[in-house]
């Protein structure tokens, strides 16, 4: 009972803090507290976090389980980055108290951890990002195969979306014979990203707009409490 | 003859010094132009300064306003005037102070550095582009920033919040009275059943994805009671589920959560607790770790409920990729496109939030849907209205009308109301 009103209650209370600031300048301080706890509680959480992925990978490691090779290179790439990022290995001091070694920003130029972001982290990221455009390209040809009307019509409207967005369009219709409302960049620029893809966004904004009052409403009033776990 | 010569080496060497230091003499001495660089003349100063305090907010704030320097034109080359500087003091006593500037063309600075105890005397500076600074122009009186207890430019808003959140109140309400409600089918949460079903026959686990905001986000909330109904449905079955989490406080919540399920089940000896883990809070490391697993596990449910970003389609097309049968859910509209090409089944914003009430099939679930139908009617009903509006502007020209649709596009409709 107490591990689940307790909960209800704290929800509540900040939610319908967070809600009155919206709408009462002087209560923004209560608003701000509010986020305050969230982050503080959000890095207390966060060694909670560590704690499980080290103990899951240790685990992998020690039963040697298959791929245990990528949990001791994740052990190693976590502590390697605590360690130089506590430590400040390698950053130079700061400008402003040159005899202090510790003085300096950690993530600092010419520190181990910038070296790390660098050299490292950042052309993984860009590695894992630079994947969307296959698999953008894989998912446009699954969904524009025209296999019913609606694929029919979904191929079509994509395919001038496709050619009107790009220097095709003005070169295929660009022409001062055709009439300026006829040109495909035209037809996309006012007409069908304007008044049919807006309308659609639109219509679908609202009902998300309705579903996040009524769901956090409901959190609020504690009538939804699934998110603690089913009752029954 | 030897003297003479001389006499003529000498005077053709004072002759040469001669005009070599004419030559070099100040020219201003011939009477001609001089080479020095002049003194700039400051430019005009502004005019009309005065302070009012700023709208909505807890007294901290004062609006200075002023009129451009007369030098101040909009296409002038080279400018006259770069910046306008403004300085600020408590009492006559006091010196003035800067407080911040403004580039060219602005007429309007906000001080965001007051407290509503005290009055402010301000004062405006039009500066040159070698900083030659203008005569200064003073507030005639002092001014005082006001708190205000409500915000204003919100007003529209909350009327509208009040009447959808009143909707769902009444309905929730009547629906524990014993009122029914119909609601129509959801295909993509007719398939959760499905789904888990086929991972159990397949022996294959679910995995569970809930977005990669924390659990301040709504679309989180949402996400984790889904997953909720999942568990309970995995723990039914005997079915493995699989929940990496991008966030912390994320896998805190979906470990009560998942074990509440198992636990309402009666299977809490099947609860996992390491399969609901942390990874990071980098968005493609995450992405990285989650279609890891996927490849070497090959999941045979994929559920994605949450907030998502540019992931969705790589998640969404390694599932693909896998043969998982793959349900989504998101208010990210961006990411629907993808999560409709790559998945089986997507739910479409209003259908995200309207999960928990269509799985639970709980009454007063159900009757805030039904409020959220109300608070549909009223958005269409004001949409129809300014559509009206607007027609009879355009067509009439008459400037009460004009100025009505003004009022309903930047209040009823606009920031301060329906798009906050």
Known sequence: MMKRTIPVMIASIAGLVLVVAHFIPPAQSWADEVSSWFQILAAVAFILGGASLFKIHLQKISDQRPGWGYSALTIVAFTVTLIVGIFKIGVPPSESFPSMPWSGDYVGDGGVLWWIFTYIFTPLNATMFALLAFFISSAAFRAFRAKNTEAMILLVTATVVLLGQTYAGTLLTGYDWINPHLQLKSIVDEWLMPVFNASGQRAIKIGIALGIVSTSLKVLIGTDRSYLGNEE | ?????????????????????????????????????????????????????????????????????????????????????????????????????????????????????????????????????????????????????????????????????????????????????????????????????????????????????????????????????????????????????????????????????????????????????????????????????????????CFYFGHFYAESLILAETGNSVGAIQIAGTAEASQLPFFVAACDYTLIGEEFFAASAYLSKEPAQLGSLKGQDFGKMCGAAILLMGCLVATVAGLTENDAIDAMLDYLKSNVLGNGGFLP
């Open chain 2, 1 to 301: 003859m030897r003297n003479r010569r001389t006499m003529w080496r000498w005077w053709g060497t004072i002759a040469v010094i001669g005009c070599v230091s004419l030559w070099n003499m100040p020219s201003v001495a011939f009477g001609q132009e001089s080479t020095e660089t002049e003194t700039p003349s400051p430019p005009a100063p502004p005019s009309q300064v005065m302070a009012k305090d700023a709208p909505n907010d807890t007294g901290t704030a004062l609006d200075v306003f002023w009129e451009l320097s007369a030098d101040d034109v909009s296409d002038a080359i080279p400018r006259r005037v770069i910046r306008y500087e403004i300085f600020r003091r408590k009492s006559l006593n006091e010196e003035y102070q800067p407080v911040g500037e403004q580039t060219y063309q602005n007429k309007k600075f906000t001080d965001t550095q007051c407290h509503p105890d005290d009055s402010y005397w301000y004062q405006v500076v039009a500066v040159g582009p070698n900083g030659e600074p203008s005569t200064a122009v003073e507030t005639p009186t002092p001014t005082r920033p006001r708190v205000q207890y409500i915000d204003t430019s919100r007003l529209w808003f909350g009327i509208e919040l009040f009447v959808v959140c009143a909707a769902i109140l009444y309905y929730i309400e009547r629906a524990r009275k014993g009122d029914s409600f119909t609601i129509r089918h959801i295909p993509g949460l007719d398939a959760v059943d499905e789904a888990v079903g086929r991972a159990t026959e397949m022996g294959r686990p679910c995995l569970f994805v809930a977005g990669i905001e924390d659990i301040n986000d709504i679309q989180t909330v949402a996400g984790v009671t889904i997953l909720s109904r999942v568990a309970g449905l995995t723990a039914q079955y005997d079915a493995s589920l699989i929940v990496p989490t991008s966030r912390s406080l994320v896998m805190t919540t979906a470990r009560e959560t998942v074990q509440s399920s198992y636990l309402a089940a009666g299977r809490p000896d099947a609860y996992r607790e390491d399969n609901i883990y942390y990874l990071t809070d980098e968005q493609f490391g995450y992405v990285a770790g989650v279609t890891g697993r996927m490849m070497r596990e090959k999941p045979a449910a």
